[in-house]
């Protein structure tokens, strides 16, 4: 054929960084110079990467095994500079708009993102989009962070611990940049189709070249073995038109740049015959239309997918597909392969058992990027996704381009917020989320949302195959689903993905006759103020009839057909409701609930609305005086107004706390009478801002300097995203200031509401007696170490008297006053020890502490001593590397060398919280293994006050999401000397530490830390414990039965360890190591201790755990009651004998198997107590029960 050549001029807008002299591909000599700024690297030139940390180790074309990552291979540094390195050492960089793309030339490939949360690398020999792009910030030791311009959140990086370089979260070492120093690369041009690739004759293509380097602009000129009339050439493109004939092509491209430079590119493809395509017939049946794709025809092994969709209230019952010799070709999940000949696709029709409501992700809006707990809208119903999100990058499995990402959290969840009317079935499918670990998972409903919840089928865990959950329950009335974590804990990510949830209604046939209320059980109204309860009937055959009772008063209530409505006039007490509801079956059926008229609270002597609108509108330190007549200073809290302020009329106030600063409301002048009682409303804002790591206190004072902790609300547990009032009655005497004080562990959505803040004033009554100790619970003492536990008595009539006991022997332990003192000689195990405090008149206090004397702990395989000063001299922001080798970054925190400082050598760590700051020391450099364990010892600096201080170590795996293992608080964890804290159970995959202290003062709240020791892997795994579920107390004469259990480990046998009252061993009992079933009967009164310790193969303790059984004496004999027939009223009645009560009241109406069905009788409903009188109610005349059983305790 003749080869024809056109030259076509082009002028393109492709901006080079530099327009240095062109010079050809590197070729493996050069010298490259250390890059120190993002300013030098420039389009085009040529780059070695070193990890950050080593000397010599270059990354290079060659992937770790098959994982996604580059080995790093050694290159020449000598003198701040590369010398010679291999060209699978060596990657090009090229701009990409305001991005940038690495290419290996040796390999010919660029490099990417694997995805936006995976550990990884992916490599293409073409950078399509963002996900092959990357940018350049400068960082430490002149160091380069590259970041993906996909995924923000991956970083490459160098792993020193693996080793490999790879994509992280910022979490590994950045990189040292070297740039050949004699500048950008020759011209050159590629192609976006792959060699050999082949067409369709009839389809067409579309060639397009990319030239870089040397210095724009360029012209292309294309050359062809394609007949003129074939094909087309405009620029960089070069189009094959549907008319060009089958056979086989090259196409070559030569371009020419500004400086007369050339480079060109070829490639070969094939354009073949069509192929046969045979025709296809759809056949639908009544009740639901179907098509195909492809619709009428379609090429021999070429997949057909049969769109079947049915009518309202049908579903799809059959596809048969039916080639034309008859045959039958089989059809898998709506689709099949076309064979060598015509076919007829038949799709038939059934009556669906309830209409389908399915969900699959890819409706308009049905997206959501962060695991944080929000409301999505689902076709059309709304869900609540809690540690779940909708993904949609490369790991995501899906059916499509999004699907639900479950975190795999104790937390993790997808509830279902509207009711479907009865459930029949439930279907969806579900895949492990990458290759991430994985946890069991379960599908249960509810009737209303609430408990009880019910599994459906059983729990199911994912694997790297898709696979189908799918089962059919019959659920009548209205119900919802969800989908959860099946053990409910753990904080280690899980994921798995699900999609195509499908849910049919109709619960299984009929729905039976129901009843359900609009209040539950045990509300409340307020005295002089209405209260409505709705009734909803549902199932049965309409229309229904409802009737309601009531032990309220007459005058006091009004029904009327579905409404019960409790009047302004209702007299204080407990009462109970029943709805009745008929059909026109005549079936019947009821719900009872009870509730309660309480007292009006007393209206507080101030109210602050926030209406008067003098706080500040910006976060910045401000003042107001609020309704109360006060100044208060604000921090980080503003005045609330928009649509996310919850609030009770047009203004609350809105706390923003973020981890390096607090939000606070504190007064600045005293109130003139003590203060006896705080109530206010608070909510979280908006719907975004969760409330995980977020804290609320409200502190009082009598000076406004020193601050007592009165209330904490802590997490979604104690603020939710609806107002609701906190009532604090508690208050210290003498407190006359007030401070609401809010703390986050994170940099953003963590706002809260508060509003209508109550105070009241009065003198307060007398203090209940009351004993506290200063060490808390379950503390350890190191074998051959002594230790002192020190009562404080409080309240009552002082002065106090203070007797001890202990489980410790009496050899181990001498006690003083208040004061026990555990002896350096005390053996190995866990203990108790219990004061009994007394006053000067009658009143008593008692106070039970554990403690265990362990073994002296192995030696660390990292300590911190602080002893080579690398610590800053002042508290401002700063970093260190300490003696692990890392660094840390510091914030209110400095090296701890005066007379005040409480330190082991010459150094600790002194951290300074104040209201506005917190004082951190956090890891910036993650460890090369997992951190198993922690401890360190800690005390308040000189003679400062931990009143209103805490101290949280937190743990992370990637250094920005940080998890609380330990909260030491106040005075009672943190003394004025040092003490050793010691931390075993630490999440999995933790590899950063941090120490986080706030406090509520602006001084004065100082605390030191010295030796920090840390240990890493082995063992049996930081979650490994001993639990013993069951009632910790019984009845002399009474078996007494517990489970024993081992978490996150298995053991080998067991040691029990039963003691009595008097410390001797009780050895007879019965103990299943298979099931963990233990039981024994106690045969005196008094404290046992029992302890489980789980052994492995070489006899050693894996965990233990001990408890306290606490047994009371034999209820003495107690004559039956008399009972009498009232045939007057035709009611049961007995009267009780002096000394006991009524405990438990069952009654039985059948008999099945020759014994009667026993179930327990509502109080109040079923059955009266006044006085000593007991009445069994009636109903029509006749008592609720033909057998009544009743179970007497004596009188408290």
């Known amino acids: 054929?003749?080869?024809?050549?056109?030259?076509?001029?082009?002028?393109?807008?492709?901006?080079?960084?530099?327009?240095?002299?062109?010079?050809?591909?590197?070729?493996?000599?050069?010298?490259?110079?250390?890059?120190?700024?993002?300013?030098?690297?420039?389009?085009?030139?040529?780059?070695?990467?070193?990890?950050?940390?080593?000397?010599?180790?270059?990354?290079?074309?060659?992937?770790?095994?098959?994982?996604?990552?580059?080995?790093?291979?050694?290159?020449?540094?000598?003198?701040?500079?590369?010398?010679?390195?291999?060209?699978?050492?060596?990657?090009?960089?090229?701009?990409?708009?305001?991005?940038?793309?690495?290419?290996n030339e040796a390999a010919g490939f660029y490099i990417g993102n694997a995805g936006s949360t995976v550990n990884g690398i992916a490599s293409s020999s073409t950078a399509t989009g963002a996900k092959y792009q990357w940018t350049f910030a400068a960082t430490a030791s002149n160091r380069t962070k590259i970041v993906n311009a996909e995924f923000s959140g991956r970083v490459l990086q160098w792993n020193n611990g693996t080793p490999r370089f790879a994509c992280y979260g910022s979490t590994q070492q950045d990189i040292e940049i070297y740039k050949l120093d004699s500048g950008p690369v020759a011209l050159n041009v590629s192609l976006d189709k792959a060699n050999n690739f082949s067409i369709e004759e009839g389809e067409g293509a579309v060639i397009t070249a990319t030239a870089k380097g040397g210095e724009a602009p360029y012209v292309y000129a294309w050359s062809t073995t394609l007949e003129e009339g074939d094909y087309t050439a405009s620029g960089n493109q070069f189009t094959i038109l549907a008319t060009a004939p089958a056979g086989d092509y090259d196409v070559r491209v030569d371009v020419t740049d500004d400086a007369e430079e050339t480079a060109y590119a070829t490639i070969d493809f094939t354009i073949t015959a069509p192929a046969m395509k045979y025709g296809i017939t759809v056949n639908a049946g009544a009740n639901g239309s179907a098509s195909t794709t492809p619709a009428t025809?379609?090429?021999?092994?070429?997949?057909?997918t049969v769109n079947a969709t049915p009518d309202s209230g049908y579903a799809v019952d059959t596809i048969t597909v039916t080639a034309a010799d008859s045959s039958n070709v089989p059809v898998t999940g709506g689709k099949f392969t076309m064979p060598g000949q015509a076919v007829t696709v038949t799709v038939t029709f059934k009556e669906s058992a309830g209409e389908s409501y399915i969900v699959d992700f890819?409706?308009?809006?049905?997206?959501?990027?962060?695991?944080?707990?929000?409301?999505?809208?689902?076709?059309?119903?709304?869900?609540?996704?809690?540690?779940?999100?909708?993904?949609?990058?490369?790991?995501?499995?899906?059916?499509?381009?999004?699907?639900?990402?479950?975190?795999?959290?104790?937390?993790?969840?997808?509830?279902?917020?509207?009711?479907?009317?009865?459930?029949?079935?439930?279907?969806?499918?579900?895949?492990?989320?990458?290759?991430?670990?994985?946890v069991a998972w379960k599908v249960e409903y509810s009737a209303d949302g609430n408990d009880p919840w019910t599994q459906i089928g059983s729990d199911f865990t994912a694997t790297d195959t898709v696979q189908t959950f799918s089962e059919t329950i019959s659920a009548p009335g209205a119900a919802r689903v969800r989908i959860r974590q099946a053990s409910g804990t753990g904080t280690a990510n899980r994921q798995m993905n699900i999609d195509d949830i499908e849910i049919v209604s109709g619960g299984g046939g009929p729905q039976p006759l129901s009843i359900s209320l609009d209040k539950t059980s045990g509300f409340t109204v307020t005295q002089g103020s209405i209260a409505v309860v709705q009734a909803t009937a549902s199932g049965g055959t309409p229309p229904y009839s409802i009737y309601w009772d009531t032990d309220l008063a007459s005058g006091e209530y009004t029904d009327d057909g579905a409404t019960f409505t409790i009047h302004d006039t209702a007299t204080i007490g407990t009462y109970f409701v029943?709805?009745?509801?008929?059909?026109?079956?005549?079936?019947?059926?009821?719900?009872?609930?009870?509730?309660?008229?309480?007292?009006?609270?007393?209206?507080?002597?101030?109210?602050?609305?926030?209406?008067?609108?003098?706080?500040?509108?910006?976060?910045?330190?401000?003042?107001?005086?609020?309704?109360?007549?006060?100044?208060?200073?604000?921090?980080?809290?503003?005045?609330?107004?928009?649509?996310?302020?919850?609030?009770?009329?047009?203004?609350?106030?809105?706390?923003?706390?973020?981890?390096?600063?607090?939000?606070?409301?504190?007064?600045?002048?005293?109130?003139?009478?003590?203060?006896?009682?705080?109530?206010?409303?608070?909510?979280?804002?908006?719907?975004?801002?969760?409330?995980?790591?977020?804290?609320?206190?409200?502190?009082?004072?009598?000076?406004?300097?020193?601050?007592?902790?009165?209330?904490?609300?802590?997490?979604?547990?104690?603020?939710?995203?609806?107002?609701?009032?906190?009532?604090?009655?508690?208050?210290?005497?003498?407190?006359?200031?007030?401070?609401?004080?809010?703390?986050?562990?994170?940099?953003?959505?963590?706002?809260?509401?508060?509003?209508?803040?109550?105070?009241?004033?009065?003198?307060?009554?007398?203090?209940?007696?009351?004993?506290?100790?200063?060490?808390?619970?379950?503390?350890?003492?190191?074998?051959?170490?002594s230790a002192v536990i020190t009562a404080t008595a409080s309240g009552g009539l002082p002065p106090y008297d203070y007797s001890w006991t202990s489980s410790l022997g009496g050899a181990y332990y001498s006690a003083s006053g208040n004061q026990f003192t555990i002896l350096a000689t005390a053996p190995v195990g866990t203990y108790w020890a219990k004061v009994d405090a007394e006053d000067s008149g009658t009143a008593t206090a008692t106070k039970t502490i554990n403690f265990a004397v362990t073994e002296e702990e192995p030696e660390p395989e990292t300590l911190i001593t602080f002893e080579n000063k690398t610590l800053p001299g002042n508290y401002s922001a700063a970093t260190a590397t300490l003696e692990d080798g890392k660094n840390w970054a510091t914030l209110r925190a400095l090296r701890g060398t005066d007379g005040n400082d409480k330190k082991i050598g010459e150094v600790s760590a002194r951290l300074n919280p104040v209201t506005t700051t917190n004082a951190t020391l956090t890891m910036a450099e993650a460890y090369a293994e997992d951190i198993t364990g922690v401890s360190f010892m800690v005390a308040s600096y000189g003679s400062d006050s931990m009143a209103g201080v805490e101290l949280k170590l937190n743990v992370s795996s990637d250094g920005s999401s940080w998890t609380t293992v330990k909260t030491l608080t106040g005075a009672a964890d943190i003394t004025d000397t040092l003490t050793q804290v010691t931390v075993d159970s630490i999440p999995a995959g933790a590899r950063y530490l941090q120490f986080f202290a706030t406090a509520a003062a602006a001084s004065g709240k100082r605390i030191n830390i010295d030796n920090i020791a840390v240990s890493f892997g082995g063992g049996p795994g930081p979650g490994a414990q001993?639990?013993?579920?069951?009632?910790?107390?019984?009845?002399?004469?009474?078996?007494?039965?517990?489970?024993?259990?081992?978490?996150?480990?298995?053991?080998?046998?067991?040691?029990?360890?039963?003691?009595d009252p008097h410390g001797d061993a009780v050895v007879v009992y019965n103990f299943d190591e298979e099931t963990?079933?233990?039981?024994?009967?106690?045969?005196?009164?008094?404290?046992?201790?029992?302890?489980?310790?789980?052994?492995?193969?070489?006899?050693?303790?894996?965990?233990?755990?001990?408890?306290?059984?606490?047994?009371?004496?034999?209820?003495?004999?107690?004559?039956?009651?008399?009972?009498t027939y009232n045939v007057a009223n035709g009611g049961l009645g007995f009267t009780l004998p002096d000394g006991l009560t009524i405990s438990r009241v069952q009654g039985a109406n059948q008999v099945v198997d020759q014994a009667w069905q026993w179930t327990d009788l509502t109080a109040g409903v079923d059955y009266t107590v006044d006085g000593a009188n007991v009445v069994i109610a009636t109903r029509g005349g006749v008592p609720v029960a033909r057998m009544v059983r009743v179970y007497f305790q004596p009188a408290p």
């Open 362 to 438: 890819e409706g308009a809006g049905e997206t959501k990027a962060a695991y944080a707990s929000a409301t999505v809208k689902l076709n059309g119903k709304d869900w609540d996704l809690t540690d779940a999100l909708i993904g949609t990058d490369t790991n995501d499995w899906k059916n499509g381009a999004r699907s639900a990402r479950f975190r795999g959290y104790g937390t993790s969840s997808m509830t279902l917020l509207e009711d479907i009317p009865g459930i029949s079935s439930v279907t969806f499918l579900y895949r492990q989320y990458g290759t991430a670990q994985q």
């Open 297 to 304: 025809e379609a090429a021999a092994g070429v997949q057909v």
């Open 578 to 785: 029943k709805a009745e509801v008929e059909d026109a079956e005549s079936n019947i059926t009821n719900k009872t609930i009870s509730f309660s008229v309480v007292e009006p609270s007393a209206e507080p002597d101030v109210l602050i609305t926030f209406e008067n609108k003098t706080m500040p509108t910006g976060y910045a330190a401000g003042a107001g005086i609020l309704e109360d007549g006060k100044n208060w200073a604000t921090l980080r809290v503003l005045r609330g107004t928009d649509a996310n302020d919850k609030k009770i009329g047009e203004v609350s106030a809105r706390f923003y706390p973020v981890t390096t600063t607090n939000a606070t409301l504190t007064m600045t002048e005293a109130y003139a009478e003590d203060i006896t009682g705080v109530s206010f409303m608070v909510a979280s804002y908006g719907t975004n801002d969760t409330m995980a790591g977020v804290e609320l206190k409200l502190n009082v004072s009598s000076d406004g300097s020193s601050w007592t902790t009165v209330k904490t609300l802590t997490g979604a547990a104690d603020i939710s995203d609806t107002l609701t009032q906190v009532t604090v009655d508690s208050i210290p005497a003498g407190a006359r200031y007030l401070q609401f004080f809010a703390t986050a562990q994170a940099a953003s959505g963590k706002r809260i509401n508060l509003d209508n803040i109550g105070v009241s004033f009065g003198t307060p009554g007398p203090q209940v007696m009351s004993v506290s100790f200063d060490k808390a619970d379950n503390f350890t003492v190191v074998e051959g170490n």
């Open 1026 to 1059: 001993v639990v013993i579920d069951g009632a910790l107390t019984g009845t002399v004469n009474v078996v007494l039965p517990l489970t024993v259990s081992l978490l996150e480990a298995v053991a080998d046998y067991w040691v029990i360890d039963l003691k």
């Open 1076 to 1123: 963990g079933a233990f039981s024994f009967t106690p045969d005196m009164a008094g404290t046992y201790t029992f302890k489980a310790t789980a052994m492995d193969g070489d006899d050693h303790p894996i965990a233990s755990k001990q408890v306290n059984l606490v047994v009371s004496a034999a209820p003495a004999e107690t004559p039956i009651p008399p009972i």
């Open 1 to 103: 054929m003749k080869l024809r050549q056109l030259l076509i001029p082009v002028f393109l807008t492709i901006t080079l960084c530099s327009f240095m002299p062109a010079q050809a591909a590197y070729d493996g000599s050069g010298s490259f110079s250390l890059v120190t700024t993002p300013a030098e690297i420039t389009s085009g030139g040529y780059y070695v990467f070193i990890g950050g940390g080593t000397t010599d180790k270059a990354m290079a074309n060659v992937r770790v095994g098959t994982a996604a990552a580059f080995t790093g291979l050694v290159v020449n540094v000598s003198g701040g500079k590369v010398e010679n390195p291999g060209t699978d050492r060596v990657w090009r960089i090229d701009s990409a708009g305001s991005n940038f793309t690495i290419y």
